[in-house]
């Protein structure tokens, strides 16, 4: 069965870097076929797309966090990175790491991380 | 605001048939794909539908989907006490060229 696992800073400062890493466990195909991505929810609120990233290396961002979001996949590693600079407060939340689907157009989630809360505080 | 609307609440005794409507437009619903999700607080979200329709084999077939156009329709038969959840649709938008989210609908079994 496959299981994400997010890891990274749950505080951070306004304006520092968020960095955080879902290792992916279970999978046997490396990643290939599919679609990775990062969803984020702040608390109280809905679900927000940040973006998506084939194993290729093809990606696609919300265009509302475009400017400073980079996602990453290493292969062989089988770990799925996200980085968003610059960040606010609004930028706190719950960030899953997910499968999508075999299409970037599929907006299919099958496998979700349990979630990692990030707070940014002054 | 989101891209795709959605009733903020509905609810509904136990037994009883909900439907959860999303809107949405040619750029999205109406080319695309869509995708429900249902979410218990505290929890990560969990797949319902997919392609408008489909249901993962895991999930009973209580649960079903429709599309009309630039809309969809989550169908939830015999309510349950544990359906109570947020449940959420999703498509790809092909004018931001991003997967864009319904601000989520509150469902209350009385």
């Known amino acids: 069965q496959l299981q994400l696992r997010e890891s990274g800073p749950g505080l951070l400062k306004p304006s520092e870097t968020l960095s955080l890493t879902c290792t992916v466990s279970?999978?046997?195909?490396?990643?290939?076929?599919?679609?990775w991505g990062w969803i984020r929810q702040p608390p109280g609120k809905g679900l927000e797309w940040i973006g998506n990233?084939?194993?290729?290396?093809?990606?696609y961002y919300s265009p509302s966090l475009k400017s400073r979001v980079t996602i990453s996949f290493d292969t062989s590693k089988k770990q799925l990175s996200l980085h968003l600079t610059s960040v606010t407060a609004a930028d706190t939340a719950v960030y899953y790491c997910v499968r999508e689907g075999i299409h970037y157009y599929d907006a299919r989630v099958d496998f979700w991380g349990q979630g990692t809360l990030v707070t940014v505080s002054s | 605001q989101s891209v795709l609307t959605q009733p903020p609440s509905v609810s509904a005794a136990p037994g009883q048939k909900v439907t959860i409507s999303c809107s949405g437009s040619?750029?999205?619903?109406?080319?695309?794909?869509v995708s429900w999700y249902q979410q218990v607080p505290g929890t990560a979200p969990k797949l319902l539908i997919h392609d408008n329709i489909k249901r993962p084999s895991e999930i009973p077939d209580r649960f079903s989907g429709s599309k009309s156009g630039t809309s969809v329709t989550l169908g939830i038969d015999g309510l349950q006490t544990g359906d109570e959840a947020d449940y959420y649709c999703?498509?790809?938008?092909?004018?931001?060229?991003?997967?864009?989210f319904g601000g989520g609908t509150k469902l209350t079994v009385l």
């Open positions: 279970g999978d046997s195909s490396s990643g290939r076929g599919y679609y």
């Open positions: 990233i084939y194993y290729s290396g093809s990606t």
């Open positions: 999703a498509a790809w938008d092909s004018s931001l060229s991003a997967v864009v």
């Open positions: 040619t750029s999205n619903i109406g080319t695309y794909y």
